[in-house]
């Protein structure tokens, strides 16, 4: 699944006429990049949530024969029901008795998205999240076994953590990617939440119960393109690829 229903306000006044996934960077959508690296990695099978500019994305979608493969559209347009609700939403679109991937669609990077994904199913897990050892202004937090435990803001140096006495320092660091593997045991635990609702909530509200595991990738080159200076970089980045 590609998230590609957010609004794009860092990428203001680009996102004013249309939507985030429709950003070009060295001469190609954000959206065609993930569905190009999906494909590449053995992925044929995608859905898209859209809400902003939705029907600019379906369109596009339509004029590039769906760049043959099988995309369905889970359809956000009257309500933005953020992550963990655009997951929720799309159940009947993806709950097929085997893991799925979810792919921002503003990530462009070189994770080895097969590699993941088999590393997922290779062991019992709930979700498993690519995460490396980079500066970012929240990281997720990792017992010894690589298990989540909590979530830190670096600049307010707020914590959020189920366990009780929880200390950030007595655990390991990591930058979420936007890239995860989720089994479909996390669908029976979303039935009581809300329609609308961040993943990341439900991760830290969950971890305790649930299996929760990182993925650490020491070479992982990620870039966000969610704000306006990081095209250039993004576009220097994919040249060198």
Not at 48 to 77: C, K, M, P
Not at 164 to 171: G, I, K, L, M, T
Not at 203 to 229: Q, R, T, W
Not at 230 to 236: D, G, N, T
Request: aromatic share 8%; proline share 4%; glycine share 6%.
């Amino acid at each position: 699944m590609i998230f590609a229903a957010g609004l794009g306000t860092r990428l203001k006044p680009i996102t004013n006429t249309k939507p985030k996934a429709l950003v070009t960077v060295a001469g190609e959508t954000l959206l065609q990049h993930v569905i190009e690296k999906l494909a590449e990695n053995g992925f044929h099978d995608i859905v898209i949530n859209v809400h902003h500019f939705s029907e600019q994305i379906i369109q596009y979608l339509e004029a590039n024969n769906r760049f043959g493969l099988s995309i369905s559209v889970s359809d956000e347009t009257n309500c933005l029901l953020d992550t963990g609700g655009g997951i929720k939403k799309a159940r009947p679109l993806l709950d097929d008795g085997e893991p799925f991937l979810i792919h921002n669609v503003d990530i462009l990077s070189n994770a080895d998205l097969r590699g993941l994904y088999q590393k997922h199913c290779s062991h019992s897990g709930d979700a498993t999240l690519l995460v490396s050892e980079r500066k970012s202004s929240r990281h997720l937090l990792f017992d010894t076994q690589n298990r989540l435990q909590g979530w830190k803001n670096e600049t307010t140096g707020e914590i959020k953590s189920p366990i009780p006495n929880f200390r950030a320092e007595d655990y390991a660091s990591y930058a979420f990617s936007g890239i995860h593997v989720l089994s479909p045991s996390v669908f029976r635990a979303m039935e009581h939440y809300p329609d609308k609702f961040p993943i990341m909530d439900f991760y830290i509200s969950e971890c305790n119960e649930m299996k929760f595991n990182a993925e650490v990738d020491p070479e992982l080159h990620l870039i966000d393109v969610g704000k306006l200076n990081s095209i250039e970089e993004a576009e220097r980045m994919m040249k060198q690829e």
